[in-house]
């Protein structure tokens, strides 16, 4: 069973940064996708960024690309997010999320995730 426990959320100002930690275990090769989703009040949950373990690929949605950075760090058990030139849209509740097997849907997409994180808030302040 993997458990997800996300760290490193807070406030801080626009163009400020911020580090987000997953702390991750009972993690198996079948966990072949690890992301960053947000959700903000009345929207859907948004997939952020995606990290593909078995060949360390990444993906980001549009726009975060050139300003937040996935990575995963073995020796630690952790997936990071660092964002920076944070913006008020970047508000929102940051979860991490990892799949298991083959996935069904596409890589953005929620339903490929059985394990989520409880979260952790991002404000952005203008």
């Known amino acids: 069973q993997v458990q997800l426990v996300e760290s490193g959320g807070g406030s801080v100002q626009t163009g400020g940064s911020l580090r987000l930690s997953c702390a991750v275990s009972?993690?198996?090769?079948?966990?072949?996708?690890m992301a960053w989703f947000r959700q903000a009040p009345g929207n859907e949950r948004a997939c952020v960024a995606v990290?593909?373990?078995?060949?360390?690929?990444?993906w980001y949605t549009a726009s975060v690309k050139g300003r937040f950075t996935i990575s995963r760090d073995s020796a630690k058990n952790t997936l990071d997010l660092q964002m920076n030139d944070l913006k008020p849209e970047d508000t929102s509740l940051y979860y991490c999320?990892?799949?298991?097997?083959?996935?069904?849907?596409?890589?953005?997409?929620?339903?490929?995730?059985?394990?989520w994180g409880q979260g952790t808030q991002v404000t952005v302040s203008s």
């Open positions: 999320a990892a799949n298991d097997g083959v996935p069904s849907a596409t890589i953005d997409n929620s339903t490929t995730y059985v394990y």
């Open positions: 990290f593909i373990s078995y060949n360390g690929a990444t």
């Open positions: 009972g993690y198996t090769y079948r966990n072949r996708y």
